[in-house]
């Protein structure tokens, strides 16, 4: 698996000049962003580490997403996505936070579509947050990976709002 060059470059080199870290708490994209990172020059610079959680449970014991709430408003919400981002960067220690959230395949708790939610956390605040749908018929590896290429893309103009 090949990630586009130039864009792992251009984050590494940017979080280095920034003098700046990240860490990564991941659902739908099953670790993949996480590999991204550790692909990029000069990583252990800046990426702190990550953690993937599929299940509520581990949602709630490792990146504090409340079960109530989640019961309330639906499972895999921009909201779950946005805490998942700013706690896994505070459990970290990072500046940056990362998540990804939602469903690679269509079922019955997806509503039979295939989307996520990604979020980046800077310094404690959510600072994008998207939301990004694929084709139902979308197999789950290819929507992984259009994921992570997605929110590395969605990374580049997080930085690039920092650095501007």
Not at 34 to 44: E, I, R, V
Not at 75 to 101: L, N, P, R, Y
Request: negative net charge; contains cysteine.
């Amino acid at each position: 698996m090949k990630f586009q060059q130039s864009l792992l470059d251009y984050i590494s080199t940017s979080l280095i000049t920034m003098n700046e870290t990240v860490s990564i708490a991941e659902s739908v994209t099953s670790g993949l962003i996480q590999l991204a990172f550790s692909q990029m020059p000069n990583a252990k610079l800046f990426y702190k580490g990550g953690i993937t959680t599929f299940t509520l449970p581990e949602k709630n014991r490792f990146l504090d997403i409340n079960q109530i709430e989640v019961q309330e408003n639906g499972f895999e919400t921009q909201k779950m996505a946005d805490t998942m981002a700013v706690k896994v960067a505070e459990s970290f220690g990072t500046d940056w936070g990362i998540a990804s959230t939602g469903y690679a395949a269509s079922g019955r708790n997806s509503g039979f579509k295939v989307y996520s939610f990604c979020s980046f956390s800077y310094k404690g605040e959510t600072v994008l947050s998207k939301c990004i749908e694929l084709h139902d018929k979308t197999q789950a590896l290819d929507a992984q990976l259009y994921y992570t290429e997605f929110i590395l893309g969605c990374y580049k103009s997080a930085l690039n709002q920092i650095l501007i």
